[in-house]
Structure formats: structure tokens, C-alpha cells
């Protein structure tokens, strides 16, 4: 069986209630963002399931696509826009079991206790098998201190949190400038925003002060494996000098890289067979998933489904590993 860990659909109820309390010009002129409706496997489920038809053994785990409920300024009309979500995300993995065999839960940290709540209706009501949050939550980063009841609640849940990579095109490459050009924001900016988001968690103590925490990251940890001897003799080097950037470390009780290992990650690189080694050589079996980013490629989804199996199997891994990969490791992380 392949467990397909990071995939995304993007239900028409969520997109209602995000057309309902967004401005009408953003929805106008956003049309590509908001439910995106050039990707018909997103939010047309038949049309979804007759590209899975096309493989065996193949079935999916369901996170929403962007944007999260916290594009809503209001924080009610936010966390409404969760709770029609999670609903619609459960909904939808009821409907078609043999094809999508867990969702994971949307939330608006806007309001805290919202949010804890809402979490443990999505995961004891709804039975969803983990939450889903960006790299940044409306500008904010993630080891941000309101957060913390959140990832204890996680952490006590033993689930995983899913991190989505975030950055928009009005967040330009130059100070010069105002907007990201030749879509660098998303080609190279989502796995920038990935590392960040990882380095903040790993840093701040998050991930000592919770170790049981699960992070599941999409691109296989955007740029940290590729990274591995920076990330040791950087910091190495700056705590050695006695430099601000290291003071860190004395409030952790093992080498930062350690902490960056503990993170799971998907295996849809878009970098091909080396890329994988990489994320394997630093990660590990245990701590890789298979995922896809399905339906986002010109075939629906086909093409890049076809190319994490083609990866994975034509690689020297061991057979042992690939099972881990493919199916294995989402049974013990999701519980089923």
C-alpha cells in the first residue's frame, strides 16, 4: 500500500465561507488562490477519483490547500471558516474510505482558545489525524509564544502537525522591489520558508521542551538536508566566538542538527533520485513519508505521483526502507 501523506483537496463548502467573508475584489482578483479553480481535482472529487483510478494500491491522506482559515481577518468568522472545513474534510474521507483513509484538521490561531477547541472536536468528534499550519500564521512565526498550548495539546494527542510552506508574491526578493518576480517566491521561496520555519522550532526549544512533537514537512525539509554541514559547523563556529547567533544552544540538551532529524518529511523533492538520498542520508527510513503534493502538475496529479513511486523504486534503498516510506511510518504517525 502506498500512503500518499501530503496531498491537498479544497472543499466548495470551505470555498464558500472564504468567498462569504473575504472582500469581493480579493475573490475577484484571486481566483487561482482561493480554491484555485484551474486544478478541478482540488474541489470535483469524481474528477479526482478517475485520476486515483489510474493506480493500485495508491490512497491518500487529505490536508487543505491554501489558503488556511486565517486569511479571514475576523477571528470568529475565521474559526467558523475551520470548523465548515474540518466538517467538509471529514465529510469527504467518509464518503470514499477506500481512497482517502485519514484528513487532517485547518484551524484559526487567531483566537487561541478557538483553536484548542476546535482541535479536539476535529480529532475526537471528526477523528481527523492531525492539524495542519503554515510556515508563518498571517506574518507570525511559528515558535511564536501563543502557540505553545497548541503543541502541548498535540504533543498529549501524539499527532502530527503538518507544515505547509508559505510565501506569497507580494513578499519580494529585493528591498528594491515590491513583488516576487518569475514565481521565485514559490519555486525557491517555499523551501526557504520551510528550513526557517524548522530552524525557529528547533532553536527556540519547541522541540525539546516537546520531544514527542511530530512535524511533518512538505519537500523533505525544503533546504536542511542539502544543508547538513553548514547547519553543524555554522553554529559550531558561532559558538566557539561566543556569538549571539549560538546563545541558544546552552538551553538544549543536544546538538541542534539533532533536533532538525526529528522533524518527518514527505519525499515529493521535484529534485529527482539524488534528492531523495539526500533527504534519506539525513533523515533516515523512520522519518520519511511518501507524498506526492498531488494534483499540482499539468496531468492532475498523475505526473507527479508516477514520479515519487518512479524515485523511490528505482532507488538503492532497501526494500525494507521503502515499505517504511511508502506505508509503514503513516501507520504508526496517523494511528491506523
Known sequence: MKIDIFCHIFGNKYKEVLYKYLPASFVKTNRNLVGNELMPALWDMDFRLKVLDGFDDYVQVLTINMPSPDIIPDPKHAAEAARVCNDEMAEICAMHPDRFVAGVASLALSDM????????????QLGLKGIRLDTNIAGKPLDSPEYMPLYEKMASYDLPIWIHPVREATFADYATETRSK???????????????AMTRLVCSGVLEKYPNLKFITHHCGGLVPFFRDRIIHMWDLAEKRGLEDAAFIKNLSKRPVEYFRMFYNDIVMSGGPLSLLCGYEFFGADHLLFGTDMPFDIEHGRIRINEVIKN???????????KKIYETNARKLLKI
Do not use: H
Open 312 to 322: 523511490l523504486e528505482d532507488s538503492a534503498l532497501p526494500d525494507a526502507d521503502k
Open 182 to 196: 518569475y514565481g521565485i517566491n514559490n519555486l525557491f521561496g517555499w523551501p526557504y520558508e520551510t528550513a526557517v
Open 113 to 124: 482558545q478557538a483553536a484548542l477547541d476546535e482541535t479536539d472536536r476535529a480529532i475526537k
